[in-house]
């Protein structure tokens, strides 16, 4: 099976034949970041699939929040542009729990915390720890956060 990277740039030659603009562009936007990213500590270092896709997933959180702006500020055009290439880097991560399925893993791991005597404020660092390794890139861990909190109320 061809990595991520191997991924992306195969579907970057086949967006320019196509000669479709965004996709092209986002790609070509996502590979460099997956190149600087590679390059960006003391030694030029192989990313693997994992690395490469929390690359990914900042990317798609810089476009929802940019876009978020945008609509914020009544530039539609801009807005839509950053959710198209929002929509491009979506098809490479992983599918996003639903809110019940996530609900359900931290209701289990505030009930585990609470067998072990945590509760309240003092068990939200362990039930995050938990819930995240469990959900692994299926959510956002602001999202993840706030639900815990919720539950532990």
């Known amino acids: 099976m061809a990595s991520l990277l191997e991924r992306l740039q195969a579907d970057l ?7 479709l603009d965004t996709e092209k562009s986002t790609l070509r ?41 945008y609509k914020g500020a009544g530039r539609t055009e801009a807005e839509a542009s950053e959710r198209a290439e929002l ?25 585990s915390a609470a067998a072990q005597g945590a509760t309240g404020a003092k068990a939200m660092g362990q039930v995050v720890k938990a819930v995240r390794a469990k959900v692994g890139s299926g959510a956002d861990g602001a999202a993840i956060a706030a639900l815990v909190k919720q539950a532990l109320g």
């Open 13 to 19: 030659a086949s967006a320019m034949k196509a000669g």
């Open 29 to 69: 936007m996502a590979i460099a970041a997956v190149k600087n990213a590679a390059v960006a500590g003391d030694a030029v270092v192989t990313l693997t699939d994992e690395q490469v896709l929390a690359v990914l997933q900042a990317e798609a959180k810089k476009r929802a929040e940019a876009a978020d702006i």
């Open 87 to 111: 929509v491009v880097l979506e098809r490479y991560l992983p599918a996003r729990l639903s809110d019940d399925e996530l609900a359900a893993i931290i209701a289990e791991e505030v009930a």
